[in-house]
């Protein structure tokens, strides 16, 4: 494990952007009779008792293992055996973050060389166990990389930028208030690093604010499609610059495709709908209204519900009155609620982007 404040200085002035996960399927592999491997039983259809297995692998001394899988894992990297869909016989995978087997966490980045040097070590690791595999010649079937940025503001102040961009917000177990932008290929990710890790009980102390922003290519075609090669020998025969251009141009062609001005159109045509839909219910004194739920969304953001409601408490005796003044006050900030994110920022939406795509596309 490295010393943390001498890792921090180490990596002071190192890019902190490329390959995160990888999800290996080895071709060239074997299993000792003596390994680690744990073996799932099959499992079996409960009208007829029919039991669902495959012959997972095979041992010279013990022959072949049936079951529903067989798996190892260790703290840093997964091994799993089990059937490919479609019927297309046994796979087996390995999955590993290339930063955590390397320095413990994977906040950090880790070059071509230490790249090499991890798989290595966990090529070695899995010996130990009784599992014999060549990671040079396995194709890789997942590849996420991933840039850390220093955000000029909170990570909410971000939040109305993203929804523009049409990234769907979501609650992910483990990673906090994420941003995605997703379909069965690909997704690309944006959360607050430093959230991601105290929920999974990792000390932040010195740590700077991180925003992290991860493209996952999610199996082997589009791994191909996207660097031309899935071979892990070929990431060290050039392929290391191939994947670390396209994460450059994956983020260019999806998120920040836009100019500064593009932008401020698309924000313009998002209020011009959140008007249109204010004027589409009630025709008469539709502006009032739309100003009205504006400022009761932001009295509640800003001053806080319940410090609203309780100044209400003090300010009128009569329960009635504070009760109808609440329910007012609620009404007007739903009819905005489902339409307005907080900003928290005092910068333009165009200031935001352009931060985030320098940062993100041009550094």
Known sequence: MYNKAVLLQELQHRELNMIDTLKLMLNDFEISSDSEVRVQPASYELGTGTKVEYPLFYTHEKGSQFGS???LNSDTWNFTLKPIAGGAGVGAFLQLSIPKNYYGNNFYSVGEQGTKATLSKVEGELKEKGVHASLSEADMSRVDTFKNIEPEEPFSSYYTLFSLLKARRAIQRGYGTTFLLSNTQQEFCVYDKLEEMRE??????????TMRFEHRLLNKAKVQSTYGFTKVADIFKGGYEVIREKQVESWKNSLF?????????????????EMKRFK??????WFSRFLKAYGAYYLASYAGKDVVIEALKNLEAERTMVWRAVKKFEVAERELLVLKQEEGSSKTLGTLYEELRRKVCLN
């Open 69 to 71: 899988k067989a798996y």
């Open 200 to 209: 999974r009980s990792i000390d932040t102390t010195g740590y700077p604010s």
């Open 257 to 273: 495709s836009f100019t500064a001005e593009e932008l401020v159109l698309i924000g313009s045509k998002q209020l011009e709908q």
């Open 280 to 285: 589409d219910e009630a025709p008469i004194n």
